[in-house]
């Protein structure tokens, strides 16, 4: 399976709950997905509001031939600053989390290490107004590899079964 067809695969799945941008999303990615939830919790009628919260999450998409060190720091560093630049803190913003997914052909074994260590935390006064976490996932087609970082993890499950995926496919 190709990375673009990997890609095609994994937005169809975001499609779902996420708002997903293929045509115009900023450079350096392929595509965006962009989440947002609002809850209020009210005591017996809506206008006596005990709480709010805010939940958002941007998801980054990149593919690339040979992921290395250089290519995967462009990358976390364009994911984690257009994230930030897109959160808005105020006292009902609970989280902004931003997410990165790359795609390889084929990853070093420099970026694989930098990806499991890459961490990236920011609280906005301190986290009155809520705080944002960075997921991480790389997918290596070469060798059917899913590595993330630690607040990737309960990402890795969901997207290591697209290998698990692939290779019924080949049995057909």
């Known amino acids: 399976m190709s990375k673009e067809e990997v890609l095609e695969r994994v937005l169809r799945s975001y499609m779902a709950y996420y708002d997903v941008e293929r045509e115009t999303p ?9 989440f947002h939830s ?12 005990i709480g709010e919260a805010e939940s958002n999450e941007y998801v980054f ?13 462009k990358l976390d ?6 994230g930030l630049a ?18 390889a052909s084929s990853v ?25 976490h960075y997921r991480l996932i790389v997918l290596d087609l070469s060798n ?3 590595t993330c970082n630690r ?10 079964k697209i290998f698990t995926l692939q290779e019924k496919e080949r049995k057909k």
């Open 26 to 34: 900023e450079e350096p990615f392929a595509a965006e997905a962009a």
């Open 38 to 49: 609002h809850s209020s919790t009210y005591f017996l009628t809506k206008s006596a509001t």
């Open 61 to 73: 998409f990149a593919l690339a031939d040979r992921l290395d060190e250089e290519l995967f720091r």
């Open 77 to 82: 560093h364009a994911a984690w600053e257009k």
């Open 86 to 103: 897109r959160v808005k803190p105020h006292t009902n913003h609970r989280n902004t989390d931003i997410s990165l997914v790359v795609i």
């Open 108 to 132: 070093t074994e420099g970026a694989e290490n930098l990806a499991r260590r890459q961490k990236h935390y920011k609280s906005y006064r301190l986290s009155l107004h809520g705080f944002s």
């Open 144 to 146: 059917e590899k899913t």
């Open 151 to 160: 607040q990737g993890h309960p990402m890795k499950k969901i997207f290591s």
